[in-house]
């Protein structure tokens, strides 16, 4: 009989403890209010036609054009455009397609008002004056849409699980996602109570069962992106109202579900802050949408279970957080035809996002020397523009800039000698354009394509290491091409490396003048912009952001005029008010 407290290898559990709890855990997470779908109730007709007001429906505008015809369905609603002369039995010029705002129909064309996604379609044949109707049309969507027409019902049933909702702010209305997230950790530090205390009386436990393991590699990470969330937050304002909670939650779910994994795969519970990089980092790239939660705490799951079964001697196969991420969202594009959680929008709303993430990456790449990776990235996502003809990922858009910065240089996923480094970039960043065109051939949308690129590069180090090693075989003078390419490569020149990926990267932004560009053409950015209400923004009169009036969200290098708004808005918030004239107050 084994001695109570010991390990003994030559005894197991009569039920496999770990696998019925997790597949439970697993079930519970994809339970139906995960899954519930918003429908348009059927006497929502005369408020959705309502949004067009002003311009009225089936109301003839001077130049001749109308809004006359009008689809409702369960989730999508359409408005056909005419031009002057057609009837409504004509192919209509233009066509709006409203769908729920967590759907993806495409990012070309697209806005967002608070409950719809506006996608905007023209015949190439259409007069301007049917793209000046259409377009006046969705604007007048975005602006009078209170929020408050979907309903949330379950997949069988067709009963609507709650009430309408009927405030402006209701959208993001937490409590349902925190009682989800609350009872997903609850659940989790209880089951692993339980497992701790069955492998106790079993005997299976090594020696006390437990240890500490504290890595500087998995708590730098971490601080890293808590300055990302903590500059993003005083933008974006649901990420500290109603995420910061829910994120919270999410992390200490994260952590007991490490501590069980690891105490079924070490037998004992090995304390660390392994578990917090992946939490946030899944937040970081993917935020789902209120009702839709458990579909993070699947990721996360997912996540967890590879940093600790899919390993190979060097480190990761896969970085955990960008695979949870790929296989829940592969389910959400095939099965519910769901392109959710996609906040690349929201994290532009940082007038600065870019230089943060390449000031923070300092601190990795002169750490740990992974800069090499970023620049074979920043060259791979520039190859394939000319064959593609489409430039999807920039590297200097932020949500770009923070992959090939952040994500794709983890080292426990990367190859170690410097030129493999730079091959396996070069292959990270061509992955990501491909898998995003393919993303957008498949399902009209790129959003999963960062994060694939990186799942398939990391697929793709032994392609890199035997690139390398195949250059070093290639005798005569490619051999000292190679030999000196890796002289100039060796880490006592990292700084040199460091100011090339700098020059790199905002050059190419400073010489195209892209920021001012993305923020004026991009519509679903400057929408994001409005809805928001983004601080030290002036969106104008016309409600239609240019970079005259806000030069924080368009010069390349706008601290100083970011800083002094900031301190100029702190000193307007302590006057005190001033008397009307005639002195009465």
């Not at 408005?79 to 233009?94: K, L, M, S």
Request: hydrophobic content about 50%; glycine content about 10%.
């Amino acid at each position: 009989m084994a001695e109570p407290g010991r390990f003994n290898a030559g005894r197991r559990p009569s039920v496999r403890l770990r696998w019925v709890g997790l597949a439970a855990l697993l079930a519970w997470t994809l339970s139906a209010p995960a899954w519930a779908r918003p429908v348009l109730p059927a006497d929502a007709q005369a408020t959705i036609l309502a949004l067009l007001r002003p311009i009225g429906f089936e109301q003839r505008q001077p130049d001749g054009t109308i809004v006359d015809g009008a689809a409702i369905g369960e989730r999508e609603v359409r408005f056909f455009v005419h031009a002057a002369g057609q009837t409504d039995r004509d192919p209509p010029a233009a066509t709006l397609t409203l769908r729920p705002r967590g759907d993806g129909i495409g990012p070309a064309g697209a806005m967002r008002s608070r409950s719809f996604l506006i996608r905007l379609d023209v015949r190439p044949e259409a007069p301007p004056a049917v793209r000046k109707l259409a377009q006046a049309a969705a604007d007048a969507i975005v602006r009078n849409d209170a929020g408050d027409l979907y309903r949330e019902v379950d997949d069988g049933p067709a009963e609507a699980r709650a009430p309408p909702r009927t405030t402006t702010t209701a959208a993001w209305t937490p409590a349902p996602d925190q009682t989800v997230v609350a009872a997903a950790a609850l659940a989790v530090w209880l089951g692993l109570l339980l497992a701790w205390w069955a492998f106790r009386r079993a005997g299976l436990l090594r020696g006390r069962g437990w240890s500490t393991r504290f890595r500087l590699t998995h708590l730098l990470p971490a601080t890293l992106q808590l300055v990302i969330f903590a500059y993003w937050g005083l933008y974006w304002h649901p990420l500290g109202e109603v995420w910061a909670p829910i994120i919270a939650l999410e992390v200490l779910y994260a952590v007991g579900l490490d501590l069980w994994l690891g105490l079924h795969r070490n037998r004992e519970l090995q304390f660390g802050v392994g578990a917090l990089p992946i939490a946030l980092s899944t937040n970081l790239f993917v935020i789902y949408p209120p009702g839709r939660v458990g579909l993070t705490l699947v990721a996360i799951a997912i996540a967890l279970w590879s940093k600790h079964h899919l390993r190979l001697p060097r480190g990761h196969l896969f970085n955990p957080s960008a695979l949870g991420l790929v296989v829940v969202g592969l389910g959400a594009q095939t099965i519910g035809r769901m392109n959710l959680g996609d906040t690349a929008a929201e994290f532009s709303l940082m007038p600065n996002g870019t230089l943060l993430v390449l000031l923070l990456g300092l601190v990795v790449q002169w750490r740990l020397g992974v800069v090499l990776v970023s620049i074979g990235a920043f060259f791979g996502l520039q190859l394939l523009v000319p064959v593609l003809g489409k430039q999807i990922y920039d590297p200097a858009w932020a949500p770009v800039t923070l992959v090939i910065t952040l994500l794709v240089t983890d080292p426990a996923t990367s190859p170690r000698g410097p030129l493999e480094r730079l091959i396996f970039g070069f292959l990270a960043g061509v992955a990501m354009q491909l898998v995003g065109h393919a993303c957008i051939a498949v399902w009209d949308n790129d959003f999963y394509g960062k994060v694939g690129g990186v799942v398939v590069a990391n697929a793709l180090v032994p392609v890199a290491v035997a690139a390398r090693e195949a250059l070093a075989r290639r005798g005569g003078r490619f051999e000292g091409a190679v030999a000196g390419l890796e002289r100039a490569l060796q880490p006592r020149y990292r700084l040199g490396h460091i100011a090339l990926f700098w020059l790199l990267v905002l050059g190419v932004d400073i010489a195209r003048d892209a920021k001012a560009m993305r923020f004026v053409a991009y519509e679903t950015a400057w929408q994001s912009h409005l809805e928001n209400g983004t601080p030290l923004l002036d969106p104008g009169p016309e409600r239609r952001p240019d970079c005259g009036r806000n030069p924080i969200f368009c010069q390349p290098l706008s601290v100083p005029a970011e800083l002094r708004g900031w301190l100029a808005r702190g000193r307007s918030a302590t006057l005190p008010p001033t008397s009307p004239p005639g002195g009465s107050p």
